[in-house]
């Protein structure tokens, strides 16, 4: 059963490590109510598999990239499942991956298969269509390529190309839809394999823009120029500090990058020293 846990639900992962759920989180759960899995991220350890193992079910899910990375970062679980779950991985994948994986089961560990493949892919992914023209290209790209070029370097790539004139239809696969989506992405595509050091490199051309100065900041540079004609210095400080720099009513940061920017000062002296 796929679910959404509650705060404050605990799983004990595969590392004997106990994890307390913000909530909102996807899990698997077993016909008791037990999660039995966090999938995309890490498994548990009621569910791991041992030397006594006999049955087991071969999966695969595909789920959304934004509540794996939302879970794996709450709970600073940054496994290799969550760096390439939380990017979405390609769901036309899967079919190939679990007839794979059950290959490789009977081959290598004499497993036996006991029922069937059920498919659960109620919506597919469809490829994306991009359309432009050659113009384009060649403006976008500063140099010509022939069209020959442009559809060996895109067909290279899986992406399927049909040329009307001179205008062209890119069909996206699947695996890149998510990254290659507009006109300009079919472009940089085209350049990264022709070779960006093959592009000639000019310089711009063109007179020097004037600064248009503003009245706002007059106040403070007089100010900042007198300072430091009587040997004042100007710093720049992070506005966050770690816990032995703070106050009781110093706000706590949900997402901190390090121990050492957990907290939002409340007085500039601990920046200072």
């Known amino acids: 059963n796929i679910a959404l846990s509650k705060k404050g639900e605990n799983i004990i992962s595969l590392e004997d490590k106990k994890y307390t759920l913000p909530g909102g989180d996807i899990i698997f759960k077993s016909v008791d109510g037990e999660i039995i899995d966090l999938p995309g991220i890490i ?10 193992t006999k049955r087991f079910l071969l999966f695969i899910d595909n789920q959304d990239p934004a509540k794996i990375r939302n879970t794996s970062i709450k709970l600073g679980i ?7 779950n939380e990017k979405g991985v390609d769901p036309e994948l899967g079919m190939k991956a679990i007839h794979r994986g059950s290959y490789l089961f009977e081959k290598i560990c004499k497993a036996k298969r006991v029922s069937n493949i059920h498919d659960n892919y109620l919506v597919r992914r469809k490829p994306t269509k991009v359309k432009l023209i050659k113009a384009f290209i060649d403006n976008h790209l500063g140099i010509s390529l022939t069209k020959r070029e442009i559809t060996t370097i895109l067909r290279s790539l899986d992406f399927e190309t049909r040329w009307i004139s001179d205008s062209l239809e890119v069909i996206v696969p699947t695996a890149r839809t998510l990254d ?4 300009e992405d079919i472009i940089e595509e085209i350049a990264r394999i022709y070779g960006y050091h093959k592009i000639p490199s000019q310089l711009m051309k063109g007179e ?3 600064i248009q100065r503003s009245d706002i900041f007059d106040f403070e540079n007089i100010l900042k120029s007198i300072l430091s004609s ?17 106050s009781d009513s110093s706000l706590k940061l949900k997402n901190p990058i390090g121990s050492e920017t957990e907290y ?7 920046s200072l020293v």
């Open 264 to 270: 939002l000062r409340t007085s500039l002296m601990p």
């Open 230 to 246: 009587l040997n004042g210095n100007e710093v720049y400080t992070l506005s966050l500090v770690p816990d032995h720099d703070i």
């Open 43 to 52: 498994g548990t350890k009621n569910s791991v598999v041992s030397k006594s």
């Open 78 to 84: 940054r496994t290799v499942a969550a760096t390439i």
């Open 180 to 183: 290659v989506s507009i006109a």
């Open 208 to 210: 020097m823009p004037i």
